[in-house]
């Protein structure tokens, strides 16, 4: 009986280091994934494509005077019949926002590198100083978000990651019980890897190919 009643103790103890473990190592694979930096002051917040909420916090940022301007970025939203850009200028000219603070850009754009170049031209034409960067968006999202405007902006450039707090991203911490979650998770690892293999190491005609991909 003793001896029973051992096994069986022993058995629930494995069964919660188990389960201990295997909570750590999946939260470890979700928080990898997410980037972030103490607010700072900057010179221009860029609200990538995405939903409400990113802007709602950008626009929060800025009047929190942590930069000068707002740039909004990204192509058709399906979900409001109107280009990103000029939806997210919209919002923030009714927080109250001037205008002549908010910069956009509403070219077709279907990646987020696509997004990191349309601000390195609003900058090149804008005749703006710009010497650091916040780039605002969910939070599984941030470490590509880093990578990519890295190697678009160069290292000259200092970026501040501001992800939206989960509370309000639509996302969760324990990605594994949520389905949006883990999609968003399975897939920012697919095109971390995507993005590696086709700006970092792809040339030639394998670099067309993974183009025609438009991985975003």
């Given at each position: 009986?003793?001896?029973?009643?051992?096994?069986?103790?022993?058995?629930?103890?494995?069964?919660?280091?188990?389960?201990?473990?295997?909570?750590?190592?999946?939260?470890?694979?979700?928080?990898?994934?997410?980037?972030?930096?103490?607010?700072?002051?900057?010179?221009?917040?860029?609200?990538?494509?995405?939903?409400?909420?990113?802007?709602?916090?950008?626009?929060?940022?800025?009047?929190?005077?942590?930069?000068?301007?707002?740039?909004?970025?990204?192509?058709?939203?399906?979900?409001?019949?109107?280009?990103?850009?000029?939806?997210?200028?919209?919002?923030?000219?009714?927080?109250?926002?001037?205008?002549?603070?908010?910069?956009?850009?509403?070219?077709?754009?279907?990646?987020?590198?696509?997004?990191?170049?349309?601000?390195?031209?609003?900058?090149?034409?804008?005749?703006?100083?710009?010497?650091?960067?916040?780039?605002?968006?969910?939070?599984?999202?941030?470490?590509?978000?880093?990578?990519?405007?890295?190697?678009?902006l160069g290292e000259e450039v200092?970026?501040?990651?501001a992800p939206v707090a989960f509370?309000?991203?639509?996302?969760?911490?324990?990605?594994?019980?949520?389905?949006?979650?883990?999609?968003?998770?399975?897939?920012?690892?697919?095109?971390?890897?995507?993005?590696?293999?086709?700006?970092?190491?792809?040339?030639?005609?394998?670099?067309?190919?993974?183009?025609?991909?438009?991985?975003?």
């Amino acid at each position: 009986m003793k001896k029973r009643a051992a096994l069986s103790a022993g058995l629930a103890l494995l069964g919660l280091l188990a389960a201990i473990f295997h909570e750590t190592a999946l939260t470890a694979v979700g928080s990898y994934l997410v980037t972030a930096d103490r607010p700072q002051a900057v010179d221009v917040i860029h609200v990538l494509s995405g939903p409400d909420q990113n802007t709602a916090y950008a626009i929060q940022l800025y009047r929190q005077g942590y930069a000068d301007y707002l740039f909004f970025s990204g192509g058709w939203c399906e979900g409001h019949q109107v280009f990103h850009g000029e939806w997210g200028r919209a919002n923030a000219l009714a927080a109250g926002v001037p205008a002549e603070r908010i910069g956009i850009d509403d070219s077709p754009m279907i990646s987020t590198y696509e997004e990191a170049e349309a601000l390195k031209r609003w900058i090149d034409g804008a005749g703006i100083p710009v010497q650091a960067v916040m780039v605002v968006s969910d939070p599984y999202h941030m470490r590509r978000a880093r990578w990519t405007f890295r190697q678009v902006l160069g290292e000259e450039v200092r970026l501040v990651m501001a992800p939206v707090a989960f509370e309000q991203s639509g996302y969760r911490r324990r990605w594994w019980t949520d389905r949006a979650s883990a999609v968003a998770v399975g897939k920012e690892y697919g095109k971390l890897v995507f993005y590696l293999v086709r700006y970092k190491y792809s040339r030639g005609w394998f670099r067309e190919w993974l183009a025609s991909l438009n991985k975003d």
